[in-house]
């Protein structure tokens, strides 16, 4: 008794050691560009380096919360992963309702196709959608980039959203549709009301993707004023010098939205990925 009990007090501390290893492995960084951001930018550079400085500076805080031009990355930012996320759901929802309730032609073919976009490597295919959306007149526009997002978040949302579906049971809808309703009415009376932990998780998700894409964001665009928050970062790294403090407080401030947003969302969020998994 006594051996096993000192087994499983030594197999807890292990893990317990491991999860704090691995709590400062992922930590670190975090500490570091957050204490970069309130240092004056020569400090970053002095040797031996400091995690904690001595003077804390907001100069790189009020510098970008000043600067009308830092403040339109963000608003393009929230432009476009807003108007990315409402849209990726709504399209998910129409397309899972219909692979998840009806039986039609080419079903498995497309949901093959779905699959399959997931499995391209985004940096091939810059050069087609940089054609198509100067062809379409899109090219510096909200639209161009909202569209260009959704190609990549809507397979996966339709793949969560069909998976969270299919858990449903069929006799829902019959019971709606016995008291005279359409499937419209089950679908979005129904289905979406029961579906939000699993909606709020396809969401939560796209808002991240949209929020921190940058190769697209940065190639579909050519002014400022049109710029999202990870190009706004990178035009921070001038010809001759580097602003690494605003840097950072640009990265602290951009991430603060999708942290809001899980720690927001963080039950349902994980509840609606692990649901979505029961059944495919």
């Known amino acids: 008794m006594r051996t096993r009990r000192k087994q499983r007090i030594g197999a807890k501390i292990g893990v317990i050691a491991g999860l704090v290893v691995g709590a400062l492995f992922a930590g670190l960084p975090v500490l570091w560009m957050l204490s970069t951001s309130f240092k004056a930018n020569g400090e970053v550079f002095q040797t031996p380096p400091r995690l904690i400085t001595k003077g804390f500076s907001f100069n790189a805080y009020q510098h970008i919360l000043s600067d009308a031009s830092q403040l339109r990355f963000f608003l393009n930012s929230y432009i476009v992963a807003l108007s990315v996320t409402a849209l990726t759901l709504l399209v998910a929802i129409l397309a899972s309702y219909g692979f998840s309730r009806f039986n039609f032609p080419l079903k498995r073919s497309i949901n093959a196709v779905i699959v399959s976009v997931q499995a391209v490597p985004p940096i091939t ?25 959704m190609v990549f978040t809507l397979p996966y949302a339709i793949i969560m959203t069909t998976a969270y579906f299919n858990t449903l049971p069929r006799e829902l809808d019959e019971s709606v549709k016995v008291d005279g309703a359409g499937g419209w009415t089950a679908l979005w009376r129904i289905l979406v009301p029961i579906s ?32 999202t928050v990870p190009i706004g970062i990178q035009l921070l790294m001038g010809q001759h010098s580097y602003e690494w403090n605003q840097m950072m407080a640009m990265s602290i401030l951009g ?23 029961v059944k495919a």
């Open 125 to 149: 295919l810059v050069i087609p959608y940089f054609g198509l959306v100067v062809a379409l007149h899109l090219y510096n526009t909200y639209p161009g980039l909202i569209l260009t997002h």
């Open 196 to 227: 939000v932990p699993g909606l709020i998780a396809v969401g939560v998700y796209t808002f991240m993707i949209s929020w921190n894409e940058y190769l697209f964001a940065l190639t579909l665009t050519r002014t400022d004023d049109m710029r």
């Open 255 to 277: 991430s603060i939205p999708v942290l809001v947003l899980f720690l927001i969302f963080q039950r349902r969020f994980i509840g609606g990925l692990t649901a979505g998994a």
